[in-house]
């Protein structure tokens, strides 16, 4: 059965900060890497990673895939308090077939004090 | 934008009622989902539909069911709620397996 584990579970920075969030999975075969940020509602869409090595950078946000040590990093740099979310991880199966669902880790916890 | 709506935020409900929660999206998306999240146990697929009136069961499906006919709209149904369903529900869409997934804002179910 395909596995997405996330780590830590949680994590408490003060803002200014800069973390590293890990994201390991054992999925046979997939497309693509898919990040997404949760507050207090619906997680929302960070970024979707297909190519291993290539990072992908929104302001302050950034990520990187490892196809083949199966790991995904995301990294927030100067950390505010608005960063304070669930980050969740989910590979994207591949086109085809019946194999349409996304297996999302449990997320990290992030917290940034003042 | 992509719109996901879900029919309520809140919903108190009694055990052994049926529960209708509903999604609807506008992007003529194929495929929808039915998540639901627990603290410290994540986000599970309870079902889903990749095509109007075709469904299947994802990680948790026992006691849900599902209904979408129209593309537009995929609704959960709990046949008679229990407290253990009480948690957020999410709904999701997509266009195709390519592209990542827009989530709905959630239902709070309290089922007491």
């Known amino acids: 059965e395909d596995k997405v584990v996330q780590s830590p579970l949680s994590l408490v920075v003060h803002e200014g900060d800069t973390v590293t969030l890990n994201c390991s999975y054992e999925?046979?075969?997939?497309?693509?890497l898919l990040w997404y940020k949760q507050e207090k509602k619906a997680p929302t869409f960070l970024f979707m990673l297909t190519s291993s090595g290539i990072e992908k950078k929104s302001g302050r946000l950034s990520s990187i895939l490892d196809k083949k040590e199966l790991f995904s990093i995301l990294n927030i740099t100067a950390t505010q308090t608005g960063d304070s979310a669930v980050y969740l991880c989910a590979p994207n199966p591949p086109r085809g077939g019946s194999n349409y669902k996304l297996t999302f880790g449990k997320g990290t916890l992030l917290t940034v004090n003042p | 934008d992509v719109k996901v709506t879900q029919s309520s935020r809140y919903l108190v409900k009694r055990t052994g009622e049926k529960v209708f929660l509903e999604c609807v999206q506008d992007m003529d998306h194929e495929n929808m989902f039915w998540y639901r999240q627990d603290p410290g146990l994540g986000l599970r697929l309870i079902y889903f539909s990749y095509d109007v009136k075709m469904k299947e069961k994802g990680d948790i499906p026992e006691g849900y069911s599902v209904s979408r006919e129209k593309k537009e709209r995929f609704s959960l149904i709990l046949e008679s709620a229990s407290t253990n369903q009480t948690s957020m529900y999410l709904c999701?869409?997509?266009?195709?397996?390519?592209?990542?997934?827009?989530f709905g804002p959630g239902t709070r179910l309290t089922v007491t």
């Open positions: 999701a869409s997509r266009p195709e397996a390519i592209y990542e997934q827009y």
């Open positions: 999925v046979t075969n997939f497309r693509s």
